[in-house]
């Protein structure tokens, strides 16, 4: 089994790279979620039905962020 030293020891790339082959690997379908959890989840879902929700572009989001520099 490979150690937290070794793990530790990776570059942030090799490392970001593993939590991505770890998460790949879960079963999805058997990821149980708090309650809390699924509370928020429903109440998002159901104000993005409603029409209730805004969404914005990654670059609206970065010209926002640059005008605030």
Avoid: C, P
């Avoid at 970001?16 to 879902?45: T, V």
């Amino acid at each position: 089994m490979i150690q937290i030293q070794e793990i530790l020891d990776l570059s942030v790339e090799e490392r970001i790279s593993m939590i991505g082959m770890i998460w790949d690997s879960l079963d999805h379908e058997n990821i149980k979620l708090s309650d809390a959890h699924q509370q928020e989840l429903d109440a998002r879902l159901a104000r993005y039905e409603n029409g209730e929700t805004t969404f914005f572009s990654w670059d609206d989001i970065k010209k926002e962020l640059n005008k605030a520099r």
